[in-house]
């Protein structure tokens, strides 16, 4: 099979991001169904800004897509990825869910959108904001 210089970085680009251990459970968990950061940050109980690191690097390989939910962005595995490179992380992501299965069960105890949750308690809980001097 002959490739271009083009295809050759993009596969380097892949491999590197894929191996990673913990861009490599990301994939596992979205292989289940999209996810924002927030819902991956506590199933891999990993900071927002090391999910993040993480996450840019998958969409920087051209592995994930992003869209906007409201203020959120929800990724996903791309769908028109090409097939050896789709197998390739369809097989990656069973062997991350048999491999770190407490990843799935996490996942499951998350609810969907955390993030939404969490930003509607948050604003519920806020008290009104005042101003010095000012009754």
């Not at 069973?94 to 969490?118: G, H, K, M, V, Y």
Request: aromatic share 4%; proline share 4%; net charge positive.
């Amino acid at each position: 099979m002959q490739t271009n210089d083009t295809e050759k970085e993009d596969m380097i680009a892949i491999a590197r991001a894929l191996g990673d251990e913990t861009r490599a459970r990301i994939i596992g968990m979205l292989g289940v169904r999209a996810l924002c950061v927030c819902e991956l940050m506590a199933a891999l109980g990993l900071s927002q800004a090391t999910v993040s690191d993480h996450v840019r690097v998958l969409v920087d390989a051209g592995l994930l897509s992003a869209s906007k939910q409201s203020y959120w962005t929800v990724y996903s595995v791309r769908k028109d990825l090409p097939p050896e490179t789709r197998l390739f992380v369809s097989r990656l992501a069973e062997q991350a869910c048999a491999s770190f299965p407490e990843d799935r069960t996490r996942l499951t105890d998350t609810p969907i959108f955390l993030c939404r949750a969490n930003s509607k308690k948050t604003v519920a809980t806020r008290r009104p904001r005042t101003v010095p001097g000012k009754t």
